[in-house]
């Protein structure tokens, strides 16, 4: 048989959730299908699930968020308009070198610091499918007149409570309101990407009452 065909453990991403899979590298690498221009020059390795073939590309995120992440990701929003991530992986050093998207972006040109261990964790995110999109910040741009009596304005702000309400009654509160993380599809739907600060209300209660 042809050695080529075994799969060394260096090539392969292994889940962080029990039961969800194991991940390949396909040779692609992509921009954040999200990030237009403002991910330029921040890339990831596209990975396919060995075993179902479904497409994710990654977002590094700190260590030490590694296991509020895991929860969000067994308690997801009853939402489909929002990017919200399948699955994590434990990335070794030669592994991480391909990977330089992050959950949270500096809103600033100062880069995302590297990290000192020689492991980092990833989250995975559904690769494809998104409807065309742009982000709130060059939507506002386009409408011209940005105030409240263009009711562009204000169906664009419907828009977003709408999506912010859905996450909401999931049990979450999404505190990164920045149109730079909300899309608007061509029929001015909102799509929200997943933000490091997304809190569920049992989070914030518990944090009030260490306080």
């Known amino acids: ?39 330029e020059g921040r890339v990831s390795p596209l990975l396919a699930n060995i075993n179902t073939g479904e497409e994710f590309f990654l977002k590094r995120v700190p260590e030490y968020s590694g296991m509020r992440y895991r929860q969000r990701i067994l308690t997801p929003p009853r939402n489909e308009r929002i990017l919200w ?10 592994q ?5 998207l992050f959950a949270a972006q500096e809103y600033t040109s100062t880069p995302t610091p590297e990290m000192a261990r020689d492991e980092a964790y990833a989250l995975l995110f559904p690769y494809g499918g998104y409807p065309m999109m742009m982000d709130g910040t060059r939507r506002l741009a386009q409408i011209g007149a940005p105030n409240w009596k263009n ?3 204000r169906d664009m702000a419907v828009e977003i409570v709408r999506a912010l309400e859905g996450v909401n009654r999931s049990g979450y509160v999404y505190l990164d ?7 608007f599809t061509e029929g001015h739907e909102v799509f929200l990407d997943f933000s490091n600060l997304i809190f569920s209300f049992q989070d914030i209660v518990g944090a009030g009452a260490a306080n």
Request: glycine share 10%; hydrophobic share 35%; charged share 20%.
């Open 177 to 183: 309101i920045h149109l730079s993380r909300m899309y």
């Open 85 to 94: 991530p399948s699955d994590m992986v434990r990335l070794a050093e030669e």
């Open 151 to 153: 009711p562009a304005v």
């Open 1 to 39: 048989m042809n050695a080529n065909k075994y799969r060394v453990q260096s090539d392969l991403f292994y889940s962080m959730m029990y039961g969800r899979g194991i991940y390949q590298w396909t040779g692609q690498m992509i921009q954040d299908p999200l990030g237009g221009d403002r991910g």
């Open 96 to 100: 991480r070198r391909l990977c330089n």
